[in-house]
């Protein structure tokens, strides 16, 4: 009973510290900056943990797509837990950001907006100057809030539909000329809807080196305006992790895409192990340790109750 009672105790003050840790949600500190393109605002929101002692304190995800929001969910997790920030954008929530000016109706991917070239198949710079150089400044305000020039490395998350993986990237397939290597591991996912686009070798086999499906985007790869392409003519690094978007028949997906961002995190990061983790594994352990010895105990007692009752000789009638 004693060594019960010193169970309970030590999981009480695990628990008790897991409480802790999960309250540093007070710690998360949410930013709404507006952004106004002639008639559409949009919100440029930071999600942040302030806590710097936390071991990716350093790390910024950025999501571009409003529609997108699997990501989100699963960043945000990861933020809560063990720092750094998510910035993402609120507006229609569709994929494509719109506005009104000359009584035309323009439409931009804002993952297309970081150079000239890839902003030129969504608004014409001849026909529209003035609206494509005000795109190219949202662009440029983005950038400039994410602080991108200090970045090491430029992480952007999002979420794909079924036509995109990374077989596409494959030889003989649509995005072919887009990537220099790709490697689809099967060892965690059963689907190469998951993966990670990278811009550098190291990178690349730091990840294959964990078996994650990894995309190696070419030196020569399309400038379509993504900044995947903005960040390696600016000779950044940069990763972007890719995961499907969360539906009703399989709620896994918000957990597989934080589980790609922690293993991203543990590449780029590898020193310091999360206190939160820990913690969480320490309180299972014991609690899981405290359920077995109850039930031991509570069996031990019933069987012990069975063999007196067989023992305990009847009373004779006379």
Excluded: W
């Excluded at 430029?154 to 979420?159: A, E, K, L, P, T």
């Excluded at 009752?309 to 006379?318: C, E």
């Amino acid at each position: 009973s004693t060594f019960i009672v010193v169970l309970f105790i030590i999981s009480f003050f695990i628990t008790l510290v897991c409480g802790q840790n999960e309250a540093n949600i007070t710690n998360i500190k949410l930013s709404v900056t507006p952004y106004q393109l002639y008639d559409k605002t949009i919100l440029i929101k930071k999600y942040e943990n302030v806590d710097k002692s936390l071991p990716y304190a350093d790390l910024l995800f950025l999501n571009l797509h409003s529609n997108e929001n699997t990501s989100v969910v699963a960043c945000k997790s990861l933020v809560q837990m063990d720092g750094g920030s998510v910035v993402y954008f609120k507006h229609d929530g569709t994929r494509q950001i719109s506005f009104h000016s000359q009584n035309t109706k323009f439409s931009f991917d804002p993952n297309r907006m970081f150079t000239d070239i890839g902003l030129e198949k969504f608004i014409s710079h001849d026909d529209f100057p003035d609206e494509f150089q005000a795109v190219r400044d949202f662009a440029k305000e983005t950038l400039s809030f994410i602080n991108f020039q200090q970045l090491d490395p430029v992480i952007s998350i999002h979420n794909n539909g079924p036509g995109y993986s990374a077989e596409s990237y494959l030889p003989g397939n649509v995005f072919e000329d887009d990537a220099s290597d790709v490697f689809i591991s099967k060892a965690i996912f059963d689907t190469p809807r998951y993966f990670f686009f990278v811009i550098t070798r190291d990178l690349f086999n730091s990840l294959k080196g964990v078996y994650q499906n990894v995309v190696l985007q070419s030196p020569t790869a399309t400038n379509d305006g993504s900044l995947s392409v903005f960040t390696q003519e600016s000779g950044k690094n940069y990763v972007n992790v890719e995961g499907p978007a969360a539906d009703f028949a399989d709620g896994t997906r918000v957990v597989n895409q934080l589980f790609m961002m922690r293993s991203l995190c543990s590449v780029l990061r590898p020193s310091p192990f999360s206190p939160t983790l820990l913690v969480m594994i320490l309180s299972l352990v014991f609690n899981v340790v405290l359920l077995f010895t109850l039930i031991g105990c509570t069996s031990t007692f019933i069987i012990q109750c069975i063999h007196q009752r067989k023992s305990k000789p009847y009373a004779s009638i006379s």
